[in-house]
């Protein structure tokens, strides 16, 4: 089974950027890749994902404001995310399920194999 270890979060003013990183121990090509965030008092939900077939897809709140990438010679996922709003604030989870996405888009977190730790993101108005 692989591991993920997410870093890159932080505090930023609105409008601001942060790159996430997802660093996996193992070949994802193969793999369903999301990111998830988690306000507090509030459910998971999925914001983007990536299938090895390069399939990509977000969620409408954060369409075109973030962008997930993967970088195969390094297992790594990315997630860019600009013009940061205070309702983006949350602990940032990196999540990844073996033979791809069982639906699409991936947002039923209990279909997903492995989870990271994550990492806080936190957007000041």
């Known amino acids: 089974q692989v591991s993920l270890a997410e870093s890159g979060g932080g505090s930023v003013q609105a409008g601001g950027s942060l790159r996430l990183s997802c660093k996996v121990s193992?070949?994802?090509?193969?793999?369903?890749m999301a990111w998830w965030r988690q306000a507090p008092g509030k459910e998971r939900e999925g914001v983007a994902a990536i299938v090895y077939n390069n399939g990509i897809t977000y969620d409408d709140r954060v369409q075109d404001r973030f962008t997930i990438s993967k970088d195969s010679a390094k297992n790594t996922l990315y997630l860019q995310m600009d013009n940061l709003k205070p309702e983006d604030t949350g602990m940032y989870y990196c999540?990844?399920?073996?033979?791809?996405?069982?639906?699409?888009?991936?947002?039923?977190?209990?279909?997903?194999?492995?989870w990271g730790q994550g990492t806080q993101v936190t957007v000041s108005s």
């Open positions: 193992a070949d994802t090509s193969r793999y369903c």
């Open positions: 999540a990844a399920r073996r033979n791809g996405c069982w639906r699409w888009p991936p947002w039923v977190d209990y279909e997903f194999d492995t």
